[in-house]
């Protein structure tokens, strides 16, 4: 009798415990679903132009499309690192941060290539254009009173000083696209010569650096900051949603800088990321957005919205790619290491001013 | 009595279980239980409560800055030139105002109306900005216009495309130095700003409404009526019915209860789980008591077993089987119940066996002195016939006296108690020459002895006494007299029988003595035959023994039987 309880108890708990693990194991599993779809894409564009433009493909063709959001760099890094899901296709983040990361994508040409701008051709076979941003200055009319901005040189206006809306460079593309604009644009066509001004800018950010480009055309819009330093379909979009706010394009010049869409090295969708390439480059999408997205277009037959300014009316600067991709590296050291001196001497001041 | 008696203890255990393991578990679990129900009921109001505060302060205090702000600002120097002066540089109000309303939590979009109400100054958004014939701007500039001392506070619902925006707006009249209105101040609070603010708190339902029960933040839409107006089905001081689910609520008033702050927590997940939870535990208990009783009935039906083979035993030894030892293997008291049972067996048994063995001694003792009765009785009058031999016969005299030495010699010899008849009856021939020379001619005898009864065993001289009893009274009665002896073997037993012309006995005196021989103690006279009667009784047991009647007026005849038995006695009285 005695062993027949003890044999039954242990059965009980035995009973108990597999309950609990398969429980467990059903809980745990939901939360890893295999994706069913035959494309997963990475992108730091937001949503309000992924969707759209995802949902419509999916339409035409049919493919069930998963959609990764991140900032450019820390998908470059999933991407490395080969995360789950791993990504077919990388669409967005500049051109100058993709090139550096070649090595990650396979050569693809898409069939749309002959429509697209010449200025604007998949050079490497790497990188398919997929839009044109050029770098702005946003500023905050309500705030602006009498001060001029019309160009970089005007920033360093020190009636100005902490108010200008700046993100880190490291940690944005399109700050960093921003950098490159203000290098080029200061040091006359040799980006080398155009520390001198940086460091003066950094100087009148007292010490404001945003990690997100976001909280730039924000910040400006909602008045904590006067001016800042972001892209143009930013700019538009908050324009166009009414907010007290105006787009300057530098006087002094900017690089009409593209983003890109490539295909991931080893991906095993291949077929579907290359009709994702072609319908990103293709006719109807690129409408699209510069339509609806406040975005510029690569090809040539599709014209600007008049909500864009004319590229007539633009000051353009022309980059060297190659060295933007080589000194990469040495321009975040440097902007980190400027950054970091300002800083210190601000604390030198405060304890002086004590 | 053995059946009733395991009925009573097996309900004895039963019940011991139920009263003592199972009810007060029973009791113990629904106390508990409840303690545990009621204390969640409480937690959940307690929660609700701490929320409702958390919330309602929260909003206090970000009114009382905006507040604190309305009032200050007719005396501000940043504000004031924007209104009276021709051309002014806004940028240092907005500067001002922006940076006002980025600090604090409740964002809001800020409005400068000039007296006329036209906006001067804005935060807002070209899209979403009052037209100045806006009803619910009319009305707001009236209000404030009417009490310009007042901060004027109003929930305002705009439509905005699809959506229908609530804002609660707070404004005051700008006073210059001669406290005369130029303009107004408004902060327009964005309803679904608080909305993001206030959610991340765990009630279920929260809802700020205004005096009129016009909602101003709502966590579900559902809740509100047509004219997004919250008011429930049914409430009292604690609890609320919103379609149909019970919620217990707490109300909290703040800004001269001109806004309610009301937390819901459902309370009818607990009610089912309370309800689910009781089910579930009866079912579970019918369970255990049902297999409680299972196991009482197991338990006691072993432990009785084991009682009842101790009873069944013990009744069994009473009637008479010595050999029922009691097997039980329940490692507890009744295994040593049993093992004493058992020893106290092979105790009783070798006691009765001793006493066996003592009476069986005794017995033999009594035999052998009941046999020493022979020999005196037998001598004396012996020596009263070779009183008259020696001096009558002095030849024969010696032969007699041979003979009796013989047969003395036999009857003393202890070593033989058994003998062959063949062999005694030589003794008894001489027994009867004995008696036949006192006697002469007035005594004649027979002896007839069947050849099967030869062999066999008797007790020595076991005749005897009755020859002679024989031979004394019929010699008184008539002077002479003569007997039969005839031997033989019928059915298994040896019958010796003695047949006498005496005259017999009176019948009423036969059975006296009759009577008297089958008693344990000789109070007669009769020696002789109680002796033979005990003897044959003693070794051999009431199965054997004398029996003696009359034939007719004639004579008398004794008969003895015993067991036939070629081979020496077995103790049949064992």
């Known amino acids: 009798m005695k062993k027949k309880i003890i044999c039954s108890i242990i059965g009980i708990i035995i009973i108990i415990l597999l309950a609990i693990w398969l429980y467990a194991e059903k809980y745990s599993s939901s939360i890893y679903k295999k994706p069913i779809s035959s494309l997963i894409v990475y992108t730091p564009n937001s949503l309000s132009i992924v969707d759209p433009l995802v949902s419509e493909f999916e339409n035409d063709t049919g493919i069930n499309v998963t959609v990764i959001s991140h900032g450019t760099g820390e998908l470059l890094k999933l991407i490395k690192e080969r995360k789950y899901p791993q990504a077919d296709i990388l669409w967005g983040g500049s051109l100058t941060l993709l090139n550096a990361k070649k090595d990650l994508f396979e050569k693809y040409i898409s069939k749309n290539e002959k429509y697209i701008n010449k200025n604007y051709k998949n050079s490497s076979g790497y990188m398919t254009r997929f839009s044109v941003m050029p770098s702005v200055i946003i500023i905050n009319t309500n705030l602006l009173g009498k001060i001029r901005i019309q160009g970089f040189q005007d920033l360093l206006n020190p009636k100005l000083k902490g108010k200008i809306a700046n993100a880190n460079p490291a940690l944005s593309s399109s700050s960093f696209e921003n950098l490159l604009t203000q290098l080029y644009a200061m040091g006359k066509g040799n980006p080398e010569k155009g520390w001198k001004y940086e460091q003066k800018l950094i100087k009148n950010l007292d010490g404001n650096l945003l990690n997100n480009s976001s909280k730039v055309y924000k910040g400006v819009s909602d008045g904590k900051y006067t001016a800042g330093l972001t892209f143009e379909e930013a700019a538009v979009n908050y324009f166009k949603e009414g907010a007290p706010i105006s787009i300057i394009y530098p006087e002094e010049g900017t690089i009409m800088e593209c983003d890109g869409v490539a295909i991931v090295k080893g991906t095993k969708n291949k077929k579907n990321a290359e009709k994702f390439v072609n319908f990103l480059t293709g006719k109807n999408a690129q409408e699209l957005l510069d339509r609806e997205f406040n975005r510029r277009s690569v090809r040539n037959d599709v014209g600007n919205d008049n909500s864009l300014r004319n590229v007539k009316n633009i000051k353009l600067l022309k980059d060297n790619e190659k060295w933007d991709v080589d000194n990469k590296h040495e321009i975040l050291r440097k902007y980190k290491e400027l950054t970091v001196k300002q800083h210190k001497e601000m604390q030198k001041k405060l304890s002086v001013d004590k | ?574």
């Open chain 2, 1 to 574: 009595m053995g059946i009733q008696k395991r009925k009573f203890f097996k309900k004895e255990i039963r019940r011991t279980f139920i009263l003592y393991a199972l009810i007060p578990t029973l009791i113990f679990a629904v106390l508990i239980f409840s303690i545990l129900f009621i204390y969640f009921r409480y937690m959940i109001k307690e929660q609700n409560r701490e929320n409702n505060t958390d919330v309602s302060i929260f909003l206090k205090h970000e009114i009382t800055i905006y507040k604190n702000e309305l009032n200050n600002i007719s005396n501000s120097d940043k504000i004031l030139p924007v209104l009276e002066k021709k051309n002014p540089d806004k940028s240092i109000a907005y500067e001002y105002l922006y940076d006002f309303v980025n600090r604090c939590k409740l964002k809001s979009v800020f409005y400068i109306f000039d007296a006329e109400g036209n906006t001067v100054m804005t935060s807002a958004w070209r899209n979403a900005q009052y037209h100045s014939n806006d009803y619910a701007l009319e009305d707001m500039i009236k209000r404030m216009n009417s009490s310009p001392d007042k901060i004027i506070m109003m929930l305002n619902r705009t439509q905005s495309g699809l959506n229908s925006n609530k804002i609660y707006s707070m404004g005051k009249a700008i006073l210059n130095r001669d406290k005369r209105v130029i303009g107004y101040m408004l902060f327009d609070l964005v309803a679904d700003d608080l909305n993001k603010i206030i959610y991340n708190k765990q009630v279920d339902v929260l809802v700020v409404t205004d005096q009129f029960d016009n909602v101003i933040v709502a966590s579900n839409n559902f809740i509100l009526n047509s004219m997004n107006k919250f008011i429930p089905s049914k409430f009292n001081n604690n609890y609320m019915w919103l379609n149909h689910d019970k919620y217990y609520y707490y109300r909290s008033k703040i800004n001269n209860d001109t806004i309610f702050v009301y937390t819901l927590s459902s309370t009818s997940l607990l009610d089912k789980f309370y309800v689910g939870g009781l089910i579930f535990m009866c079912i579970i208990f019918l369970f255990m008591t049902i297999s409680i009783i299972i196991i009482a009935i197991r338990f006691s039906e072993s432990k009785t077993k084991s009682l009842y083979k101790l009873l069944s035993a013990i009744k069994r030894l009473q009637k008479g089987h010595l050999n029922t030892y009691v097997d039980i293997n329940s490692n507890d008291e009744f295994e040593l119940l049993s093992d004493y049972y058992n020893e106290m067996l092979v105790e009783l048994k070798k006691l009765m066996k001793q006493n066996r063995e003592q009476l069986r001694r005794s017995n033999i003792a009594e035999i052998k002195q009941l046999e020493a009765q022979f020999n005196p009785h037998y001598l004396f009058n012996t020596f009263e016939v070779l009183k008259y031999m020696i001096k009558i016969d002095p030849t024969n005299a010696v032969s007699m006296v041979i003979c009796m030495s013989d047969l003395l010699r036999y009857s003393i010899n202890h070593e033989k108690e058994n003998v062959k008849l063949i062999d005694d009856i030589k003794y008894i021939r001489d027994y009867l020459k004995i008696q036949k020379y006192r006697y002469d001619d007035k005594l004649t005898y027979s002896i007839n002895i069947d050849e099967k009864a030869e062999n066999c065993i008797v007790p020595k001289l076991i005749m005897q006494p009755l020859i002679e009893n024989s031979i004394k009274y019929g010699y008184e009665k008539n002077g002479s007299v003569k007997l039969d002896l005839n031997i033989g073997v019928n059915d298994e037993k040896l019958v010796i029988t003695l047949t006498d012309d005496g005259g017999g006995i009176k019948l009423d005196k036969l059975e006296s003595i009759i009577k008297q021989l089958n008693k344990k103690e000789n109070k007669t006279t009769h020696i002789g035959l109680y002796n033979i009667q005990r003897r044959i009784q003693l070794t051999f047991g009431e199965n054997y023994g004398m029996y003696l009647e009359n034939i007719d007026d004639k004579g008398m005849k004794v008969t003895i039987s015993l067991p036939y038995s070629i081979n020496n006695y077995i103790s049949s009285r064992s």
